[in-house]
Each structure stands twice: as structure tokens, then as C-alpha cells.
């Protein structure tokens, strides 16, 4: 199948910090990038996009930007809560396979009180 | 606007039998992904249905299948169930086949093989 290998790399970070999570995408001519948050036992959900022509978009309370010279993306979420605690997944449009997206290996959030 | 809706939302068989699965998406979505969540091998792309034909299929066996209705609804099925397939199964709608536009997910069904 189409996934990395799922050995989860955890953040922790204090309750009211910022929080970032890194990705490395794998193609360079992918040009569509998506963040998703996946709690326990739920399915992913969509947080925030970003296409190739941009380098930043915010959202709320959430930043994505765009490396492409170093193909990286990263999540930035400000004063993170208890309810951020989650896996986030990164994931990159799929011009060359079978899938529609593919998806990172994700990272676990871990929230300090 | 509803979600994706999948159905049923736990199930338990044992190996050897069948199982079907439901996904509804998102009103006016017309695309449905499949994809295997474990563990230890993260989420891995099944099939993908649009207008009622597979338009892209993933590396699993032939065991897994699928079909999409007229009203884009789509099911999902595994016959001779292994131990191995204990999975949460996750269905993704988006409107169109394009590869750039936001993909929605179910809250999966999460499958046990005994």
C-alpha cells in the first residue's frame, strides 16, 4: 500500500505555548498540501490547506507554511489547548500514484498542564 | 451540511466471513475514497469511486472490493476475512476526481477479526 510506516514522533508542549509540527514531503511537483488532525478513535479532520503558489496561509488559531526549495510544510497552532491533543497528519496531492492524496507518518501532540 | 457518514461504526467478525460497509458522503460530493488505517502500516489508500466506477485501486488483495450507487453513496467489501484485517476502515468524499481540492473524512468503521 501507499503509507510510511507509522513510528509516531511526539511533541510535547505546555498548555498556552505555540506549537509546531514539522513535515518533509516527498514530490516535487506536488502542489496541493493538506493538515489533518485525527483524535482517537475518529476519523482525520480537515484543519487547513495551502496550494504551491502561496508560502503562508493562516487560519484560526492555525498557520501552515510552505518550503517548497526544501520541500517542508509545517503547523504551527497558537496557544495550544488540551483539545489540540491529537495526531497530525500532513498529506500531499498525488500526481504519480494510485491515491488521491498521500499522507505523511504523522506526529503525535501531547498537551502539558 | 452533514458529514461523511459511515455505518456501522464498530464491527466484529471472526475469519473466513464477510463484511460490508457503508459510506455516505458529503451531499453533492460525487468522489469516494477508501483507506485502511493500522498502527503499524498508517493509512493506506484502497480504492477510490467516482460516478459509479473505480477509477483508482490501491495495492490489497482482491477480497476487497467496492461499488458506488447512483446517489453516490458507496459500500465496501472484504470476503474471507483474515486476522489481519482488523483495521479502522476510513471513507473520504470530495467533489470531483482532481487531486488539489479538500478530501472529507468519515469517522471510520472499526473492524475486529477473530
Known amino acids: 500500500g501507499e503509507s510510511v510506516g507509522l513510528h509516531l514522533p511526539t511533541l510535547s508542549v505546555q498548555e498556552g505555548d505555540n506549537s509546531i509540527i514539522n513535515c518533509a514531503y516527498s514530490?516535487?511537483?506536488?502542489?496541493?498540501f493538506i493538515w489533518y488532525k485525527q483524535e482517537s478513535g475518529k476519523g482525520p479532520q480537515f484543519i487547513i490547506d495551502?496550494?504551491?503558489?502561496?508560502d503562508k496561509r493562516q487560519g484560526q488559531r492555525v498557520t501552515v507554511l510552505l518550503n517548497k526549495t526544501v520541500k517542508h510544510l509545517s503547523l504551527q497552532i497558537a496557544a495550544t489547548q488540551p483539545g489540540d491533543s491529537a495526531v497530525y497528519f500532513c498529506?500531499?496531492?498525488?500526481?504519480?500514484?494510485?491515491?488521491?492524496?498521500?499522507f505523511g507518518s504523522g506526529t503525535r501532540l501531547s498537551i502539558r498542564p | 451540511k452533514a458529514g461523511v457518514t459511515q455505518t456501522p461504526r464498530y464491527l466484529i467478525k471472526t475469519r473466513g466471513q464477510q463484511v460490508t460497509l457503508s459510506c455516505s458522503p458529503i451531499?453533492?460530493?460525487?468522489?469516494v475514497s477508501w483507506y485502511q488505517q493500522t498502527p503499524g502500516q498508517g493509512l493506506q489508500f484502497l480504492f477510490e469511486?467516482?460516478?459509479?466506477?473505480?477509477?483508482n485501486k490501491g495495492n490489497f488483495p482482491g477480497r476487497f472490493s467496492g461499488r458506488q450507487f447512483s446517489n453516490s453513496r458507496s459500500e465496501m467489501n472484504v470476503s474471507t476475512l483474515e486476522l489481519g484485517d482488523s483495521a479502522l476502515y476510513l471513507c473520504?468524499?470530495?467533489?470531483?476526481?482532481?487531486?488539489?481540492?479538500?478530501?472529507?473524512f468519515g469517522s471510520g468503521t472499526q473492524l475486529s477479526v477473530l
Open positions: 473520504a468524499s470530495s467533489l470531483t476526481l482532481a487531486t488539489n481540492e479538500k478530501l472529507f
Open positions: 514530490n516535487s511537483a506536488s502542489d496541493y
Open positions: 495551502i496550494r504551491s503558489n502561496m
Open positions: 498529506a500531499e496531492n498525488a500526481y504519480s500514484s494510485a491515491s488521491k492524496i498521500i
Open positions: 451531499s453533492g460530493h460525487r468522489s
Open positions: 469511486y467516482f460516478s459509479e466506477t473505480q477509477r
